[in-house]
C-alpha cells in the first residue's frame, strides 16, 4: 500500500477542522426507517435479525443492523470503508432500538455536502422488568478521513439535543471513545471441531474443515460437542465463535470472540440456552488490549417466549472460556492465519523452538526490568503420545542489539494436553504484568481446579523466583470453592472458603483464615503441574 505522507495527513485535518472553525454548519436528516432502507439480510427465526443499508449524504451510507432484539450502525464512507459502532456492546448491551431519523451536521460548499458528524438516538431497555420504560441517548459520531468513530454519549438531560449538537460540532479535534472494527460476514474460512469422547472427559482432539458439509460427515461417524467457526481478515484472526452442547441436549452455551488486529481480544458475546431454567442468559464483556475486563452486562429472556425477564438463578454451565488473544486458541498452531503480534514465532524466536516441537502461543513484556520487550514462548510436541510432558515453557531475554538470549526453559510448569478432564487439555494462559510473569491453568469437570503460579526474576542469581500462587478448588454445581493463596515473599497464606448465595446470585465468603508458613525459595523449573 503506497503511503501517505503525514504532512499532508495533517493538512487534510486541519483543512477540515478549519472547514468547521471558518463555514456555517448546518443540519441534515435522513431516514433509518426500513422502509426507506434496502434489506440484505432478514431473518424471522429466532427473536430476528436484519441487515439493509440506508441513505446518508455526501456520498456516505448508513448499514442498519438488529439482531437478538438490539440494534447498531455501520458507517459506509464513499470509498467503501465499513467502520463499525457497535452500539450493543460500546453503548448498552441491554434491548435496544436506534431513533428512525439520524441527524448530520454538515458543511454546505455550493452542490457538495461535507459531512463533519452524526448525531444518533439510541433507546435501551435496561430494566426487564418493566420493558416499556426507555433509556433514551444521543450518540455522537465524528466523521474524519473517511472513518467514523464515538466521540461522545449524551445520557438524557435537559437540552440534550443543543448539547449534542455543541459536541459533534467540536467533534474533529477529539479522540475515538472506542476502537471500530469489522464485522465478519458469509461462511467461516476454517471450521475447528473437538473429537474427544464427551463422557471421558478426554483431552481435546481437534480436527480442521472447510466447510460445514465436511464437518456433518464427520460428525455422522463420531459426534462432536464443542465446535469452533472461524473468519480470518488479511493475515490475521477476526472472528472466533464456539459452540458447546451436551449429548442429551439440556443445553447449549456460545462464546462469540472478535479480536483486533493486533491479536487482542475486544469482545466476547455469551449466550447460555438452557431447557434446565427454561432461559436464555447473555453476557457481553468488553476487553482493553491487554486482557482487562472494561465492562460487562447481564440479560434475561425466556427460552419458549423470547421476552425479557427479571434477573434469575441459573445454573451456569462455563463450557468454554476466554481467549484473550488469538495465539491462546486450542488450536492456533493449526491455523494458517496468524495475528500480527508476534504470536507465529517470527524471527528470531523460531530458532529457539527445537525439531519436533511447534509454537502453541507466545507472550511477550518486560521480564527483567531493562524496558524492552522479552518473550514467553509455550511450546508442544508435534506429535504428542501418552506423555505427561508434551509441553514447555522458554522465556527470552531481548539483549542490547536487539537480539534474543534464552533466560531459561520450564519443562514441566504446563499441563499435557492429554491431561486434565474436560477443563484441562488447552495451553496455559500466560501474562507479563508489571515484570512479573502468571501462569495460570486449569483442569477438571465438576470438581474443577484452578491455579496460578506468579514468578520473578532476580539478576543477582540469573533465575526466576516463585513469589506467589493461588489454588483454587471448586464445585462447579454447587458453586462451593476453597482458595489457598499463598505469598512466597512475606510467607503470608490465606485460605478462603465461598459458596454460592442465592439471594444475592454471587459468591459470599464463608470463612477467611490466615497462617504464616516458613519461607522457601523455589525457582520455575522446579514447578511440577502434576503436583497440582
Known amino acids: 500500500m503506497k503511503k501517505v505522507p503525514f504532512i499532508f495527513l495533517f493538512a487534510l485535518v486541519f483543512s477540515c477542522v478549519g472547514q468547521a472553525a471558518n463555514n456555517k454548519i448546518e443540519t441534515v436528516y435522513t431516514d433509518l426507517t426500513v422502509e426507506k432502507c434496502k434489506t440484505i439480510e432478514s431473518s424471522d427465526e429466532g427473536t430476528g435479525s436484519y441487515r439493509g443499508v440506508c441513505p446518508g449524504i455526501g456520498g456516505y451510507k448508513l448499514e442498519l443492523l438488529e439482531g437478538d432484539i438490539r440494534q447498531s ?41 461535507n459531512p463533519l458528524a452524526l448525531i444518533i438516538r ?64 458469509g461462511k467461516p474460512d476454517v471450521i475447528i471441531a473437538d473429537f474427544a469422547d464427551y463422557e471421558k472427559g478426554n483431552a481435546p482432539i481437534w480436527k480442521k474443515f ?24 488479511g493475515d490475521g484472526i477476526a472472528q472466533v465463535n464456539f459452540t458447546h452442547f451436551s449429548p442429551s441436549g439440556d443445553w447449549a452455551e456460545y462464546y462469540f470472540h472478535t479480536y483486533r488486529e493486533d491479536g487482542s481480544l475486544s469482545t466476547v458475546n455469551r449466550e447460555l440456552r438452557t431447557f434446565m431454567d427454561d432461559i436464555i442468559v447473555n453476557r457481553i464483556q468488553t476487553y482493553d488490549e491487554n486482557g482487562k475486563l472494561l465492562q460487562e452486562t ?47 514465532a517470527a524471527g528470531a524466536e523460531k530458532d529457539f523452538i527445537p525439531a519436533g516441537w511447534k509454537l502453541e502461543t507466545i507472550t511477550t513484556g518486560d521480564l527483567n526490568g531493562d524496558s524492552m520487550p522479552d518473550s514467553a514462548l509455550q511450546i508442544i510436541k508435534e506429535d504428542a503420545e501418552e506423555d505427561d510432558y508434551d509441553r514447555t515453557l522458554i522465556l527470552l531475554f531481548k539483549t542490547t542489539d536487539g537480539k534474543l538470549a534464552k533466560a531459561t526453559e520450564a519443562g514441566k510448569i504446563i499441563r499435557c494436553s492429554i491431561c486434565g478432564g474436560i477443563l484441562g487439555g488447552g495451553p496455559a494462559d500466560i ?62 497464606q490465606i485460605l478462603t472458603k465461598e459458596k454460592y448465595d442465592e439471594k444475592t ?28
Not at 456492546?89 to 460548499?109: C, D, L, M, P, Q
Not at 446470585?505 to 497440582?532: L, N, P
Open 298 to 344: 447481564k440479560t434475561f429472556r425466556d427460552l419458549n417466549t423470547q421476552k425479557p425477564i427479571p434477573a434469575k438463578e441459573y445454573i451456569d454451565m462455563e463450557a468454554g472460556r476466554v481467549y484473550l488473544k488469538t495465539a491462546d486458541l486450542p488450536f492456533f498452531s493449526m491455523l494458517s492465519a496468524k495475528p500480527k503480534n508476534g504470536s507465529a
Open 505 to 532: 446470585g454471587k459468591e459470599a465468603v464463608v470463612s477467611r483464615k490466615t497462617k504464616k508458613i516458613a519461607v522457601t525459595k523455589k525457582y520455575i523449573e522446579q514447578i511440577d503441574s502434576s503436583d497440582y
Open 210 to 233: 472447510a466447510s460445514e458439509d465436511e464437518l456433518e460427515k464427520a460428525r455422522e461417524k463420531n459426534e462432536s460437542y464443542t465446535i469452533a467457526y472461524i473468519w480470518t481478515k
Open 73 to 113: 450502525i455501520n458507517v459506509i464512507a464513499p470509498n467503501g470503508n465499513k467502520s463499525e459502532l457497535e452500539f450493543w456492546t460500546n453503548v448498552s448491551g441491554a434491548f435496544s432500538a436506534v431513533g428512525e431519523k439520524v441527524e448530520w451536521r454538515v458543511i454546505k460548499t455550493g452542490e457538495n455536502v
Open 431 to 492: 501474562k507479563i504484568e508489571k515484570g512479573v510473569l502468571l501462569v495460570s491453568q486449569m483442569y477438571g469437570s465438576r470438581q474443577a481446579t484452578n491455579y496460578l503460579h506468579r514468578f520473578r526474576y532476580e539478576p543477582s542469581i540469573g533465575k526466576f523466583r516463585l513469589i506467589g500462587e493461588d489454588v483454587t478448588n471448586y464445585d462447579r454445581a454447587t458453586g462451593e470453592s476453597e482458595t489457598k493463596s499463598t505469598n512466597f515473599l512475606t510467607g503470608k
Open 122 to 185: 439510541y433507546n435501551t431497555n435496561e430494566d426487564p422488568e418493566n420493558p416499556e420504560k426507555l433509556t433514551s441517548r444521543l450518540i455522537v459520531i465524528k466523521i474524519i478521513n473517511d472513518r467514523a468513530c464515538i466521540t461522545d454519549i449524551v445520557e438524557p438531560i435537559k437540552n440534550a439535543n443543543i448539547k449534542a449538537r455543541e459536541l459533534a460540532d467540536a467533534s474533529g479535534d477529539k479522540p475515538c471513545k472506542f476502537e471500530t472494527g469489522s464485522v465478519v460476514e
